[in-house]
T-cell receptor
Framework: DSGVTQTPKHLITATGQRVTLRCSPR?????VYWYQQSLDQGLQFLIQ???????AKGNILERFSAQQFPDLHSELNLSSLELGDSALYFC????????????FGSGTRLTVV | GQNIDQPTEMTATEGAIVQINCTYQ??????LFWYQQHAGEAPTFLSY????GLEEKGRFSSFLSRSKGYSYLLLKELQMKDSASYLC???????????FGTGTRLQVFP
């Protein structure tokens, strides 16, 4: 157990629907990151939150949004889902400047049908 | 822009040594990380370099040359369980953002 908790582990939904992915960071970590990993693709950075505030944004679609709550858990909302959104979505957390980089959660596998 | 290149696939034999290269061009370098990822699982941290030179950790070593924008991960005494993808990632200065390469899929054969 890495200490980063993601739910649900699997999600199957239809095109056009909306889903919410949840992440609880490791105890003490203030930063949360969201990544998307499509089949045979690298990890694509979506967005970073630090202590409740958005800190960095990557290639995140307008249909996607995220937030970090006062208890530091984060949610990634995906709407108007398309087949191409099917992917593994990873959440990671870190302590600023840590020499071990991020600690990743086990991911949510999203399948859009 | 940010660009990180790694070979897509490599194969090796159990007990052998393999070197996985990574070249990068990023704005604001603040450390290079190697992660291991088994299919469908979360990446796990292997090594970190911020200064030039070699960092050794058991069977795994990682090297960095900042002037050349180059790193490699060296895996010795390969085992079947080392079959996985190996991801090179650069931390961008003044943020904690990690930019990942597409990964190198290593297959170890008996």
């Amino acid at each position: 157990d890495s200490g980063v908790t993601q739910t649900p582990k699997h999600l199957i939904t239809a095109t056009g629907q909306r889903v919410t992915l949840r992440c609880s960071p490791r105890s003490g970590d203030l930063s949360v990151y969201w990544y998307q990993q499509s089949l045979d693709q690298g990890l694509q950075f979506l967005i970073q939150y630090y202590n409740g505030e958005e800190r960095a944004k990557g290639n995140i679609l307008e249909r996607f949004s995220a937030q970090q709550f006062p208890d530091l858990h984060s949610e990634l909302n995906l709407s108007s889902l398309e087949l191409g959104d099917s992917a593994l979505y990873f959440c990671a957390s870190s302590t600023d400047g840590a020499n071990y980089g991020y600690t990743f959660g086990s991911g949510t596998r999203l399948t859009v049908v | 822009g940010q660009n990180i290149d790694q070979p897509t696939e490599m194969t090796a034999t159990e007990g052998a040594i393999v070197q996985i290269n990574c070249t990068y061009q990023t704005s604001g370098f603040n450390g290079l990380f190697w992660y291991q990822q088994h299919a469908g699982e979360a990446p796990t941290f292997l090594s970190y370099n911020v200064l030039d030179g070699l960092e050794e950790k058991g069977r795994f070593s990682s090297f960095l040359s900042r002037s050349k924008g180059y790193s490699y991960l060296l895996l010795k005494e390969l085992q079947m369980k080392d079959s996985a993808s190996y991801l090179c990632a650069v931390r961008i200065y003044n943020t904690d953002k990690l930019i990942f390469g597409t990964g190198t899929r290593l297959q170890v054969f008996p």
